[in-house]
């Protein structure tokens, strides 16, 4: 099963662009990568998700490495309510499992 | 379009007791699922479903029944209530065109506001 790693914890200021990193070595050439949030006290939240070419949203954008083994989800002005654990995941290539791990936990400064 | 109801928000029971945590979506999504969050960690799938009739464990289902008789609900149960049950509870549905690493992939996960339950 791929796999993702993310930093535990970052800090940014508000305002400021983030870019949050994810580490996905053993992903294979159909999966696709997702990036869910969950706000304090709330049920997880969709962000974004790609496959091979970067993708923009209203509320991020994901860039997928040329060889896809990494990807960073970029919130262009981080806000207050921007404050959360993000987490990036793949859904297990050849079943219906989404599995999440720890991910990391953004703290947005005023 | 209320997406995914869960009910009760919370919920507090003796070891030894059963209840069930219910999770309700009216998206006519195919793919249904629970987690459980316990304090300060991530989400770990219990079980899911892709369809009416048909259910699969997740990475904990140990304590844990579901079953899925309609589209619409994919009720979780507690036969006998364990301290270690103690978390909050989400459930997710989805799209399901397919298997993951295929068109499925790309299906998103819409999550409910969560279930907390206290077992004591």
């Known amino acids: 099963d791929a796999k993702t790693t993310q930093p535990n914890s970052m800090e940014s200021n508000e305002e400021e662009p983030v870019h949050l990193p994810c580490n996905h070595s053993?992903?294979?050439?159909?999966?696709?990568i997702h990036w869910y949030r969950q706000l304090p006290s709330q049920g997880p939240e969709y962000v974004i998700h790609g496959l091979t070419s970067n993708v923009n949203n209203r509320m991020a954008s994901l860039a997928i490495a040329e060889d896809r083994k990494s990807s960073t989800l970029i919130l262009h002005r981080a806000t207050l309510r921007d404050a959360a654990v993000y987490y990036c995941i793949l859904p297990t290539s050849g079943t219906y499992k989404y599995i999440f791990g720890t991910g990391t936990r953004l703290k947005v400064l005023a | 379009n209320a997406g995914v109801t869960q009910t009760p928000k919370f919920q507090v029971l003796k070891t030894g007791q059963s209840m069930t945590l219910q999770c309700a979506q009216d998206m006519n999504h195919e793919y249904m699922s629970w987690y459980r969050q316990d304090p300060g960690m991530g989400l770990r799938l219990i079980h899911y479903s892709v369809g009416a009739g048909i259910t699969d464990q997740g990475e904990v289902p140990n304590g844990y029944n579901v079953s899925r008789s309609t589209t619409e609900d994919f009720p979780l149960r507690l036969l006998s209530a364990a301290p270690s049950q103690t978390s909050v509870y989400f459930c997710?549905?989805?799209?399901?065109?397919?298997?993951?690493?295929?068109?499925?992939?790309?299906?998103?996960?819409?999550f409910g506001a969560g279930s907390r339950l206290t077992v004591l």
């Open positions: 053993t992903i294979s050439g159909t999966d696709y």
């Open positions: 997710a549905s989805s799209y399901s065109s397919g298997l993951a690493g295929s068109q499925g992939g790309a299906n998103v996960l819409t």
